[in-house]
């Protein structure tokens, strides 16, 4: 069941107080007022309600009822309705939920589905700043997204310090399954948060170029701000993308490598060790007439020039690398 979070109403930069669901469209006739409403997780009756109280467009509503929307900015009327996705942290894995913001000249509301942090701080941090507060809804909006991108850091930070704690182990000549596979799963939350980090680029770049009504000249350089904020968190991501296949990469060739050092070395001693098989084999022929036979150093002679030649072979290849 969804809930009211807040419904507060604002004129010229400063609070004027909560008012009920119900009186929201007669304090919306109120010169100067503005009303920001917070939602979480409501149900389509309440939806509906807000619908009505704000005059909210019926395909913005039904995107906000659907909540599986991809980040985007549509236009409606006067109204503006922008969907933005939500990270947070579940042990090592990144949630993804959805905020839905329709903000018109006297209106904000915010919807929010899934993993999300509330608002709370977000609305005193306005509440503090009544100069910028009495900008209209154009600055709630600022102060919404500047807070959910805020959010993708502290995920982003924790990425990179679980690839970092991986690296030192990976660069070795053998291969874990589990490490590449703990590797692989740092990679997919990688790919999931940047993929929310993205849209954010395009939605700040299209309220700096357009919608001035909503977004007045004076605030256009927050959403710059929010807009490069955005920028290097998808540089840090893209980094610690790249980085991640590189190790897997050399990781695999280090085993590689290894595994050839292991097939040089065997073929070496197997090399050394054909001497004396051959010369030894030999005697297993059972020669009638063999010409050393009646010679009295003969054998011992052969067992020195099978082991020189051996020595001689073994320092040949230890020079070369292979033993």
């Avoid at 915010?110 to 306005?126: E, F, L, N, T």
């Avoid at 690296?167 to 999931?192: N, P, S």
């Avoid at 700096?208 to 927050?222: K, T």
Wanted: charged residues 25%.
């Amino acid at each position: 069941m969804g809930a009211v979070v807040n419904s507060v109403a604002y004129r010229r930069g400063k609070r004027v107080g909560d008012i009920p669901l119900d009186a929201i469209s007669d304090e919306l006739a109120t010169p100067g007022t503005f009303v920001w409403l917070g939602l979480h997780e409501p149900d389509p009756s309440m939806l509906r309600k807000a619908q009505e109280e704000f005059g909210l467009h019926e395909l913005a509503v039904e995107d906000a009822l659907n909540a599986h929307q991809r980040p985007k900015l549509e236009s409606y009327g006067d109204g503006l309705f922008i969907v933005l996705n939500t990270a947070q942290m579940n042990g090592d894995s990144v949630e993804i939920g959805e905020t839905h913001l329709f903000v018109g000249a006297n209106y904000v509301v915010s919807v929010r589905h899934g993993a999300s942090s509330a608002y709370v701080p977000v609305r005193q941090r306005c509440e503090h700043d009544p100069h910028g507060l009495a900008h209209g809804p154009g600055y709630v909006l600022y102060a919404l997204m500047d807070f959910v991108v805020d959010q993708y850091l502290p995920i982003v930070t924790r990425l990179e310090e679980a690839f970092e704690t991986l690296e030192q182990a990976l660069f070795r000549e053998e291969f874990d399954r589990d490490r590449i596979a703990r590797l692989y799963h740092i990679k997919r939350q990688v790919l999931r948060l940047r993929n929310v980090v993205y849209p954010i680029e395009e939605i700040c770049a299209q309220l700096i170029r357009l919608h001035e009504d909503l977004v007045p000249r004076d605030l256009r350089a927050y959403f710059r701000d929010v807009q490069d904020h955005a920028s290097r968190l998808l540089r840090t991501l893209d980094v610690v993308r790249e980085m991640l296949t590189t190790a897997v990469q050399v990781n695999l060739a280090l085993v590689t490598v290894g595994q050839n050092e292991v097939v040089k070395r065997l073929a070496g001693w197997g090399a050394v060790l054909a001497v004396p098989t051959v010369v030894f084999s030999l005697y297993g022929m059972n020669f009638e007439f063999m010409p050393e036979l009646r010679f009295h150093y003969a054998y011992p002679m052969l067992l020195g020039a099978t082991a020189t030649a051996c020595v001689a072979l073994w320092r040949r290849l230890h020079r070369a690398g292979w033993i």
